[in-house]
């Protein structure tokens, strides 16, 4: 470092030493976005190529007044709202207009989970891990590697805001407002930037604030859709208590108003300064939250015991998010029935109105199923950590064999995500029972999540693969997360056959069409095949660390 | 008795990089084995191969008269390991990390675990993240103690240790060697192997360059011997004469010369010739012993034969 410094300064010249508390900013935001560039750069055109096809797609799909004017009607349900948004330019629907309400929260996640991930990262891994303590011992201000780790994030933000802009401009869109869109979307990402970085001071591990940065992403998607459903056009507090919901109201395309990302920048900044004032009063390697003794003596009983002990947070966390999800819409099935049956114009698209609630629901379970199926990918990814880390040594160098190792981890991901979608068809079918006053939903909306097990099983099978036969790219399987979800909600935006390996494109979309058994029966034995591939795989494979 | 680790000609390869390159290791049942080499040589390989973590490459591997990549789970159940580098479960205390590692073995001397908990002075209540790596490195030792094993493979088990519990835990390997297990320690104090082990391993880039008992290891090299003789300048003349007397050097009336050990009858006469008013001869340490193993290592390092 010192080298460089005095390379790059004037010959006979001594650079200015650096001091105060943000000394060796500059090196450290260097050294940050080096070690991140090639996720960034995934990110980014992961981001870029979805919203390109996306936008694509829906000029080719709704391309005559009259189509648009169906789909405003079709997307002011409240079902579709709550996984849309606030409505802006319902009355004279244009593709900026849809693109907008329908994508721009869609965009908008993924780059604000980016953010999360990148935060803690940056802040709380290279403390847990000691690095910090190296690089706090040169001339480097205390609050530098903080700094440092902020404008990385915000950095790649910008960054996958850069390729967003430039993916929008090569379509009809109006310039200014995806210059406002891709604002908001980069906006709310730095919102949840900054909140996580709050929470990591608090806690001492990296986990931990990754996961109450993904509760802040979770917990604003929420509120912006009860407030959309609530007050369409942003006229709910619910939406105002949301960085999404300050984003959305910026309305690109249709209003074109800049002053709602005040809100954001103003909540940005508190956060920042909020987490700048903690990490002054804490001891380097601590939270504010304490550690406290434990018990002396063992209750973990085995490898069971070790893996739910290890999961147990985890397992919770994501089922309380797919069950409340599940709840959420299950109680909105009322306003969409009386939605389909106020509107006689849409049986025309949509068939009976019977019908067109069966077919909401089965897109809304296999959006519950792909969260599912990323729970199950997190559950296996925990088992590669522990291999690099050199925990999974200690339990092999034990007489465990390898398939029981990851076997047992795989079973109780399965027994968990089962559990899950188990639970979540029952909630989703008692809201939906309460608010139709129909209690035979409970058994159909069950029965359809029951039928998305396999897939989900499916999307877990393809994690323990990755692990078993290809550990360096065990990280992909949330590629095959992105792309489950993608297909399962934009299916009839993309080309024909491009959900053909997801697997819920093959199993039956229920309520509305009858059980496949044999359907279910060969996802079934595709994820098993894939399981156990990847069983053979980390017995015949070197174990890494 | 069969050995309990018979390795011959292992080959392991990372890539284009050749971690091991041939190499022998025999140890032999109930006996403490040094394992000696600069990090990088080979030993951590070593020790993941004979787990059966690592697939050999090329090459017999025998432990405990099995083949630890075929038939992990029976050979673990009879052997316990130590790394050098513990890494545990942040979120478990080190009391239950202890009990859970006996459980997954199937069992554990209960008297047994509590005593070394006392004697390693481990406060058991603590979470893993909060532990130094000392403690870590405790927990992994006592989990390993505590099993009914016959062979413990140790990878340098006691980097993180401070002196004291360095000298508890060589107490605890002479009593495991007492009982008659057999133990691997990989090590780089060497004060500690010296103290501990019967027989040692130096190895090289992949290969065992040396290996014997100590007496054995030090036959092959020289004693260092200083002497404050009456007549200095009349000996080196003397000393020059014998073949096996080295690097022979005069400062005032004081002689230091390095000596071969089939010469040690032949200098010891010449300084007796001379009027020795002063002598200490000491054996090449394991240290002496290892370090000429690396002489151009070192000569390249930029520092001097010892």
Redo the contacts between chains.
């Keep these: 470092m010192t080298t460089t410094a005095s390379r790059r300064s004037a010959p006979g010249r001594v650079a200015p030493a650096p001091h105060g508390p943000l000394a060796g900013t500059g090196r450290l935001l260097r050294l940050a976005l080096r070690a991140d560039r090639w996720t960034a750069a995934v990110w980014a055109v992961a981001v870029a190529g979805t919203a390109q096809v996306s936008v694509v797609g829906l000029a080719g799909l709704y391309a005559t007044p009259a189509d648009l004017a169906a789909r405003a009607a079709l997307i002011a349900s409240p079902a579709a709202t709550a996984l849309a948004g606030p409505g802006y330019g319902l009355d004279d629907y244009t593709l900026g207009a849809m693109t907008a309400n329908e994508l721009g929260v869609w965009l908008a996640v993924p780059v604000a989970i980016m953010a999360v991930l990148a935060v803690a990262r940056h802040l709380r891994a290279p403390e ?1 891990d000691g690095r910090l303590e190296l690089v706090r011992s040169q001339p480097v201000g205390r609050a530098a590697p903080v700094a440092a780790g902020l404008l990385a994030t915000a950095s790649e933000v910008l960054a996958v805001g850069v390729l967003l802009l430039a993916a929008l401009l090569t379509t009809e869109l109006d310039p200014a407002g995806s210059a406002l869109l891709v604002a908001s979307v980069v906006a709310a990402a730095l919102v949840v930037a900054a909140a996580t970085a709050v929470a990591a001071q608090l806690t ?2 990296a986990r931990t604030t990754n996961a109450l940065g993904l509760a802040v992403v979770g917990v604003a998607f929420v509120l912006r859709a009860v407030g959309d459903v609530h007050g369409p056009r942003s006229t709910s507090a619910w939406s105002w208590l949301s960085p999404f919901g300050w984003s959305q109201a910026t309305a690109p395309y249709t209003l074109d108003r800049w002053w709602p990302l005040g809100v954001s920048a103003a909540a940005a900044a508190a956060s920042v300064a909020l987490a700048a004032v903690l990490v002054r009063r804490r001891d380097l390697g601590t939270g504010l939250l304490p ?1 406290r ?11 069971v ?2 893996t739910w ?2 999961q147990r947070t985890s397992v919770l966390a994501w089922g309380a998010g797919v069950v409340l999800t599940a709840g959420l819409v299950g109680v909105l099935a009322s306003a969409v029935v009386r939605f389909v049956r106020d509107e006689p114009s849409l049986s025309v698209l949509l068939g009976d109105p019977g019908d067109a609630v069966a077919a909401v629901f089965g897109l809304y379970v296999v959006f519950v199923a792909v969260l599912a199926g990323a729970y199950a990918a997190t559950a296996v990814g925990a088992a590669r950590a522990d291999e690099r ?3 999974a ?10 398939v029981r190792w990851l076997g047992t981890q795989v079973a109780l991901a399965a027994g968990a995500a089962t559990t899950m979608m188990l639970l979540a068809g029952l909630v989703m079918g008692a809201g939906a029972a309460l608010t139709l006053d129909d209690a035979s939903q409970v058994g159909r909306l069950l029965g359809a999540a029951a039928g998305t097990v396999p897939g989900v099983l499916v999307v877990l099978g393809v994690a323990t693969a990755l692990v078993g036969l290809v550990p360096r790219a065990s990280g992909a399987v949330w590629s095959y997360v992105a792309y489950t979800g993608t297909v399962g909600m934009f299916a009839a935006l993309l080309p024909a056959g491009a959900d053909a390996l997801s697997p819920f494109a093959h199993l039956a979309s229920r309520p509305g069409e009858p059980f496949d058994a044999g359907a279910a029966v060969a996802v079934t034995a595709v994820a098993a095949l894939l399981v156990g591939a990847g069983l053979l795989g980390v017995r015949r494979r ?2 890494d660390a | 008795m069969t050995d309990a680790i018979a390795v011959r000609g292992l080959v392991k390869t990372f890539g284009r990089r050749r971690a091991l390159d041939g190499l022998d290791l025999t140890v032999r049942t109930g006996e403490v084995h040094g394992f000696l080499g600069p990090n990088g040589a080979g030993k951590s390989t070593t020790v993941r191969v004979l787990l059966g973590l690592l697939r050999a490459d090329a090459g017999d591997v025998a432990l405990l008269g099995g083949d630890p990549w075929r038939d992990p789970v029976a050979l673990h159940r009879r052997l316990a390991y130590v790394p050098g580098d513990v890494t545990l479960w942040p979120q478990l205390t080190g009391g239950e990390t202890i009990d859970l590692l006996g459980r997954l073995r199937g069992g554990l001397d209960p008297r047994r675990r509590d005593e070394l908990v006392e004697r390693f002075e481990l406060d058991p209540r603590v979470r893993a993240r909060a532990y130094s790596k000392g403690n870590r490195q405790k927990v992994a030792l006592v989990a390993a103690l505590a099993a009914d094993v016959e062979l413990l493979l140790m990878d340098e088990p006691t980097s993180g240790l401070d002196p004291l519990m360095g000298a508890v835990f060589q107490e605890v390997v002479r009593e495991a060697a007492a009982e008659g297990r057999t133990v691997l320690l990989s090590s780089h104090v060497l004060a500690e192997v010296e103290a501990l082990a019967a027989r040692v391993t130096i190895i090289r880039r992949g290969r065992a360059v040396s290996t014997g008992t100590l007496d054995d290891l030090r036959g092959l090299t020289r004693t260092t011997v200083v002497a404050g003789l009456a007549d200095a300048a009349g000996a080196r003349t003397a000393l020059d004469g014998i073949a096996g007397a080295h690097h022979v050097r005069v400062d005032d009336d004081r002689v230091t010369l390095a000596a071969d050990a089939p010469a040690l009858d032949a200098v010891l006469g010449v300084l007796a010739a001379h009027g020795v008013r002063s002598v200490t001869a000491h054996p090449p340490t394991l240290e002496d012993l290892f370090l000429r193993e690396y002489s151009d290592e070192l000569a390249t390092l930029g520092v001097g034969e010892r």
Excluded: Q
């Design positions: 847990e001492t591990h550690d003794p434990g018990p002396a003596r063992g209750r973990v009983g085995g490898l015991g070790l002990r290890r880390a050199g925990r040594t200690a339990v092999l160098a034990l007489p465990v064999g390898r070197d174990l």
